[in-house]
């Protein structure tokens, strides 16, 4: 069982950062693939980025080249850094865990955060 807890939303203005960060419970989080996935009013949601147990990394390409994903496994941590953000990238921003890797909408995740809210204003 993996608890994530996220944090680190808010409003930003456009071409601002922001850095996510989401806290996994558990003695058994450097095992799981972990990702971001985010959620836009109206929007079904849609993957962001995954990074292995090993630390090999997907993006989708809407975000490629702005944002890029961490993990720390020795504080239990996987980490968003958000750059050159725009205001279609608001929306509500979910970690997740995998056993299995994979990424895009078909990638099979076991836990989910509750979720952090992102505004960017124009």
């Known amino acids: 069982q993996v608890q994530l807890v996220e944090s680190g939303g808010g409003l930003v203005q456009a071409g601002g950062s922001l850095r996510l960060s989401c806290a996994g419970s558990?003695?058994?989080?450097?095992?799981?693939?972990m990702g971001w996935f985010r959620q836009a009013p109206g929007r079904e949601r849609e993957f962001v980025a995954a990074i292995s147990r090993s630390g090999g990394k997907k993006y989708a390409d809407s975000v490629k080249g702005r944002f890029t994903i961490s993990r720390d496994n020795a504080k239990n941590t996987v980490y968003l850094q958000m750059n050159s953000l725009k205001p279609e990238d608001t929306a509500v921003y979910y970690c997740?865990?995998?056993?299995?890797w994979g990424y895009g909408s078909t990638w099979q995740v076991d836990y989910w955060g509750q979720g952090t809210q992102v505004t960017v204003s124009s």
């Open positions: 558990g003695r058994t989080f450097s095992s799981y693939a």
């Open positions: 997740a865990a995998s056993p299995f």
